[in-house]
């Protein structure tokens, strides 16, 4: 499936919001700004961007917790900056302040975020089987890295898919680590996508770097799962700039990463790569793209003042209580 | 008047609430051919998109009610036995009890967990173990236990039409036992216990199985003079602590009946909160009767563990001293 100069458009401005939220995210948090932990994402933005952008605003997504999720809900249409705000500690946050770091936008169908790995793989089930129910063409996409992929949960998941022909994608985000250990001493196989195709799931492997190469095959993936022919499995091979989360050391194994790694790596930083066959392709102009850049910084910047002048929620115990169960 | 059994009582309850909401469904291990008789039959009426077997996988099965419920289903999910909760336990109670608070108090997750609980059957601790202690501790989860076949029923229909997590367990030691049950819907709110016998010398809190053998003992000892009040919780989690201390501000004593564990049970939970509450209203220590710290035997090391109609009529008979 090629892509239009349209969505290739779309999908390179997204790619560029999540490239300025991911550095402004890094930097907030040594800053102090943020609360708890976050895990960048830099990096590996093309899969979620290929994931969100051509999603309905009624197709149940799952974003991967590296990022916080952020480039696969602003590509879905999510405004970020309740997601800072939250971040932030702010009552004006997604979730009122009450997790700091989890995030809630219901009406677009991002329900919840949690430090469970493997926990996508329950609640996609659920979210698919309501779909397949409601019959409007619904689909889900339940991303996830590779580590989450040790999770026996993932099993589950995917066979439940599989059996029930449920419209749903996993999109395995493999940047080739779980925290500090290499996926070649943590899965038996080069490719993850095996797995899936023992459970009878359509699988591909596609360059992660490639924000149009994903983008090409979860289309597919979104017109196989709408028209009722079942789960596709998709494995976006990816890239960790950074480490796992800020503050931890970037270990392989237990020794610190060569520098040739990260020489390497930053050669292939999805961005650039973008960049490049935007400009070959006569998709956009250097002028057009330097557009885009200021559009972009200027969305994180009003975000950043929008959760720095909000105040933090200061709820009494009985208002907290008062929040436990719905009424 | 028109009887059932109490597993019939659950039955009619899930029944009649698909029937009224067709966002109710149920899903479960072998629930289509009915394992346990509260499902038996319905696939015929439901067929099975409605009544949803799934391979034997407690975490994909718990999902599909959890991301369904948040898509706006209204799901039960069926567990067979209690502690195959205890295989997806992050999901079916950490998760499932923070959804609601931790994402910012504005989307609710209106799910049923139900399954077989209880000590009897010499079936062995992974099939007997009670659960509603330790779902207790978890925020944001109701827990509830019927004992008689109207309780059942209206209880279940609440526990269906509540917009938060229920878990309600039932005891296989009382899903034989018949008694009143209306034909149409009813409901009895899920926090509110149940004077089931009045009495002026001991309150006796009591539950499922155990309510049983207090009510017996109850009209065994009246010959004697001794009068029991007996008090089913119902739920525990909301509690209603109100109804225990209007009681013991009458007998000024409290014994406590569970057959959870002893070590942070349900009933050190409610004996905690009456002496903080209620302290001045006692004559006597709180008495707990609970499983002693053991895993639950198989066989008949079973029948020693539990608590016994003879432990009751012991303890009473030394809190009235």
């Known amino acids: 499936m090629s892509l239009t100069t349209e969505q290739m458009t779309t999908l390179f401005t997204n790619l560029v919001r999540a490239d300025h939220w991911g550095k402004t995210m890094y930097r907030r948090m040594m800053q102090g700004k943020l609360i708890g932990f976050y895990h960048p994402a830099d990096g590996a933005i093309a899969p979620g961007v290929a994931a969100g952008t051509f999603l309905n605003q009624d197709d149940p997504m799952w974003p991967h917790h590296r990022g916080h999720g952020i480039t696969h809900m602003l590509s879905k249409g999510i405004d970020i900056k309740y997601y800072l705000a939250e971040h932030t500690g702010k009552g ?139 789960p596709s499995f998709i494995e976006a091979k990816c890239l960790r700039f950074k480490e796992h989360d800020i503050g931890n050391r970037d270990l392989r194994g237990w020794e610190p990463r060569q520098q040739e790694e990260y020489d390497e790596m930053y050669k292939r930083d999805p961005l650039v790569l973008a960049t490049e066959r935007v400009l070959n392709d006569g998709v956009l102009t250097q ?41 | 008047m028109r009887e059932l059994t109490y597993i019939q009582a659950i039955r009619e309850a899930i029944q009649l609430e698909m029937r009224t909401d067709d966002k109710v469904f149920m899903v479960g291990q072998d629930i289509r051919g009915g394992v346990y008789p509260h499902t038996k039959g319905l696939i015929d009426e439901f067929g099975p998109d409605r009544i949803v077997d799934t391979p034997i996988a407690e975490t994909g099965m718990f999902g599909t009610a959890f ?24 999901e079916s109670s950490v998760m499932t009890g923070q959804q609601y608070f931790m ?15 209880g000590l009897g059957k010499r079936i062995g601790n992974d099939h007997a173990m009670f659960i509603h202690s330790t779902f207790c501790r978890q925020p944001g989860i109701k827990v509830a236990m019927a004992s008689t076949p109207y309780d059942a029923k209206g209880m279940f229909a609440s526990a269906i039409r509540d917009n938060n997590p229920v878990m309600i367990p039932w005891h296989t030691g009382v899903m034989q036992k018949r008694g009143h049950v209306p034909e149409e819907q009813y409901y009895i709110p899920l926090g509110v ?26 009209e065994e000892l009246a010959k004697e003079g001794i009068n029991i009040e007996v008090i089913d919780p119902r739920s525990f989690v909301p509690f209603d602590l109100d109804t225990v201390l209007k009681s013991i501000e009458k007998t000024n004593r409290l014994i406590i009946v569970d057959e959870d564990w002893e070590s942070c049970g349900m009933a050190s939970t409610i004996s905690a909160r009456v002496v903080e509450h209620g302290f001045d209203f006692l004559d006597a220590p709180i008495r707990r009767i609970c499983l002693p710290n053991i895993p639950i035997p198989g066989g008949y090391m079973e029948d020693y563990t539990r608590p016994t109609k003879e432990r009751i009529e012991a303890t009473i008979r030394e809190i009235l001293q």
């Open chain 1, 287 to 327: 002028p057009e793209i330097d557009a885009i850049h200021v559009v972009a910084a200027q969305e994180v910047e009003d975000a950043e003042k929008f959760a720095d002048d909000s105040p933090v929620a200061r709820p009494s115990i009985e208002e907290m209580e008062a929040m436990v169960f719905a009424p």
């Open chain 2, 193 to 218: 216990a149940d004077v089931k016998r009045e009495g002026t010398d001991v309150t006796v809190l009591a539950n499922s199985e155990q309510l049983y053998n207090v009510l017996d003992l109850a």
């Open chain 1, 92 to 230: 004006t946050g997604c979730c009122g302040g009450n997790s700091g770091w989890h995030f809630s936008f219901p009406e677009d169908h991002v329900h919840l975020q949690t430090g469970f790995i493997g926990a996508n793989f329950m609640a996609c089930t659920g979210y698919a089987w309501a779909a397949k129910q409601n019959g409007r063409g619904q689909v889900v996409m339940n991303c996830s890295g590779d580590g989450s992929y040790g999770e026996g949960r993932s099993h589950e998941g995917m066979l439940m898919a599989s059996i029930w022909k449920l419209p749903q994608i996993f999109m395995c985000e493999n940047n080739g680590y779980s925290i500090f250990s290499p996926i070649e001493e943590m899965h038996p196989t080069e490719d993850i996508a095996t797995v899936a195709q023992g459970l009878d799931i359509p699988a591909v492997v596609v360059d992660g770097q490639d924000v149009f190469a994903v983008a090409e095959v979860v289309l597919a993936a979104i017109d196989r799962a709408r028209n009722g022919k079942g």
């Open chain 2, 67 to 90: 991301g369904a419920a948040l898509e706006g289903y209204r799901p039960i999910v069926d567990y067979m036995f209690g502690s195959c909760a205890f295989v997806n336990f992050n």
């Open chain 2, 103 to 117: 994402h910012g108090a504005k989307s609710s997750l209106p799910m049923v967990m139900t399954c077989a609980v």
